[in-house]
């Protein structure tokens, strides 16, 4: 991680294919585009690549949750069952399609584990947003009986872990819906770019739909075809497909990088007594975009990821205190601040998010470190890398 590591001729390509023959347009015009379809082949070898029925690209990864649950009928006042370690875009999300995040507990995979899932269902729970963070997969096999056994809808959000699987099913496409996220720093870029990924023929149906003001896409008339519901403007461009197919071509490539640097990484820290690691479900499916560790205390956790920059160790994460990835520190999600008044102020019963307590999360957040396996690196790098962890720890 990231793809843009990897740009080359291939993307410059693609991308001057659509200026020189093709257009802009991912929809119609027929008559321009010398039969350059840049969205419909990148959707096409998603689905090949993940063995799924349908995806769906659109403008970003915020997008495709937006229209997945939209897509699979989430809305006002429905609760969402959600991570407190995410991206935002994993909760903003929630309260834009009027419904209602519900925080649980992560486990030692970093994702939502099952029994806090089950601790938090209510009468109205009709999702949840199952994050795969970090590059890696929740504990399917104990979430999937949970969700089944409650008759609640699995959104994965698989934004940061394309290319790993779970028993050989691609994340993403283990649930009802997935999304995948091609903004500029993912594991493969679009520049800006997104994806609902499903099996499920009327999800997909309403993902085109909403995403698109409610076309329903039929015949090779826009201004004729009909709108069964209505929608909003997520649509990719042919630039941003094009640019997204050259990643694509690149991604088992890209995977296999990062696994390749991320066990030689790995197997060093791993003399190192008083690091444990994070729990991979599936190691055999991680896309190897980080490598998690925890250390014993909060304590010795500051101090490490201090020492680690001081010896000049980048990439590192210590997202306890970062404030974009856990819940600790989003002063405005928890104090509801928006423009202009959200849905959820309409519910009665909605939760204080200010007093939301995830200790469990807490405990195990404030002793964790990631870092960033990255493509470039060369073998000297990596040993030079290995030295100077080797040296922070002593
Ligand atoms: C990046 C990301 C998103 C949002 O994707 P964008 O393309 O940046 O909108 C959502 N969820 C997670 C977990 C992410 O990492």
Redesign the pocket.
């Known amino acids: 991680m990231p793809g843009f590591e990897l740009f080359g001729l291939e993307e410059k390509q693609e991308v001057a294919d659509v200026m020189d023959n093709g257009f802009t347009f991912r929809y119609n015009f027929d008559h321009v585009r010398n039969d350059r379809w840049k969205t419909r082949e990148m959707e096409a070898l998603l689905c090949k690549k993940m063995s799924a029925k349908h995806a769906h690209l659109v403008s ?4 495709a ?1 937006q229209t997945a649950m939209a897509a699979a009928g989430i809305g006002a006042g429905d609760e969402v069952i959600v991570p407190p370690f ?2 935002v ?2 909760i903003e999300a929630v309260f834009m399609a009027g419904a209602v995040p519900v925080f649980a507990e992560i486990d030692h995979t970093l994702c939502l584990s099952a029994a806090s899932i089950e601790a938090v269902i209510t009468p109205k729970t009709k999702a949840i947003n199952l ?1 795969h ?1 970090c590059g890696s997969m929740a504990k399917m096999d104990e979430i999937i009986s949970v969700c089944n056994k409650h008759n609640l809808l699995i959104l994965e ?1 698989a ?2 872990a394309i290319g790993g699987s779970y028993r050989g099913q691609a994340l993403g496409t283990i649930g009802d819906v997935g ?1 995948y ?3 500029s720093v ?1 594991t493969i870029t679009c520049g ?3 994806a609902v990924i499903t099996n499920n023929d009327a999800i997909y149906k309403h993902a085109h739909m909403f995403s698109d003001h409610g076309h329903d896409h039929v015949g090779s008339d826009r201004g004729a075809e009909d709108h069964p519901m209505m929608g909003l403007n997520f649509r990719i461009s042919e630039m941003n497909s094009a640019l997204g197919l050259a990643q694509l071509r690149k991604l088992d490539n890209i995977i296999d990088i990062q696994r390749k640097n991320k066990k030689i990484i790995k197997d060093a820290m791993a003399e190192i007594p008083e690091i444990t690691f994070r729990d991979i479900p599936d190691p055999a499916g991680d896309s190897a975009g980080f490598l998690t560790f925890f250390m014993p205390s909060e304590a010795r956790t500051v101090e490490i990821n201090n020492k680690l920059a001081e010896h000049g160790v980048d990439g590192c994460f210590y997202w306890y205190i970062n404030k974009w990835h856990y819940l600790k520190n989003w002063q405005h999600i928890k104090q509801l601040k928006s423009s202009a008044a959200l849905p959820i102020t309409l519910i009665e019963d909605k939760p204080d998010y200010t007093q939301v307590l995830v200790p469990q999360s807490d405990a195990i957040m404030s002793c964790t470190i990631s870092m960033l396996i990255k493509l470039s690196w060369t073998e000297d790098e990596i040993t030079q890398r290995i030295e100077n962890i080797k040296r922070a720890f002593a």
């Open positions: 970003s990864g915020t997008a949750l995410t991206f875009a994993s994050v963070m959000d934004c940061q999304c996220s091609f903004d993912k800006e770019g997104g």
